[in-house]
């Protein structure tokens, strides 16, 4: 199924699969369609040249024979806001590298402060800081680089199991001192250096 997009584009909303006929009476035909998992990561993105009219859907061999026009960028959440912000390993990559996520890019570079690292195999928690040589999303690219950011205890660990959150927020031009307070204190709280994977 398609949505239209001008006159002569349509862009792919849902792939479907005819399970085949439930009932015929001569007049009415009924089928069994489901939702397909089928082109998954094309939903939203493939961008087609539609010849069909105004008939918004097609079957799977006539739609082979138009033309692929372009594959969009899919568009992404929008921001959370600072205190909702949980991320995956694999979506902190996309969020510090992809233009889509500009507007997120933004936000995490205009600010410092104390953030959460937690494995989600085991529950332990990491809990770090960016301070004012180095804002949240500078620090966060670098785990999505490397996946540990330098520290021992998450270098021995898989990152693909990791999720990105924030503590607390601070302007770029807080004292350090008031940064480092916070950063004990989470990690008091969370108990993240006796049973967690901060090294001290």
């Keep these: 199924m398609l949505l239209p997009e001008g006159g002569d584009r349509g862009r792919l909303w849902r792939v479907v699969e005819n399970r085949g006929e439930i009932s015929n009476d001569g007049e009415l035909r009924e089928f ?4 397909s998992d089928h082109l998954q990561d094309l939903l939203g993105r493939l961008v087609i040249g539609w010849r069909a009219g105004r008939v918004w859907r097609v079957r799977g061999t006539t739609a082979a024979t138009y033309p692929v026009l372009e594959i969009a960028d899919a568009q992404p959440p929008r921001f959370p806001g600072f205190d909702k912000l949980i991320v995956s390993y694999e979506m902190l990559q996309a969020v510090v590298n992809e233009r889509r996520y500009a507007a997120w890019q933004t936000a995490l570079s205009s600010i410092v402060g104390i953030y959460l690292i937690t494995d989600t195999l085991d529950g332990r928690h990491y809990v770090g800081k960016a301070d004012g040589a180095e804002n949240i999303l500078q620090r966060w690219r670098t785990y999505a680089t490397n996946g540990h950011g330098g520290n021992v205890a998450l270098k021995l660990r898989d990152p693909s199991s ?28 969370l108990d993240s250096i006796t049973h967690g994977l901060n090294r001290g």
């Design 162 to 189: 990791f999720q990105y959150s924030l503590l607390r927020v601070f302007d770029p031009s807080t004292p350090l001192r008031d940064i480092n307070a916070a950063e004990s204190h989470f990690k008091r709280a």
């Design 32 to 35: 069994d369609l489901v939702y």
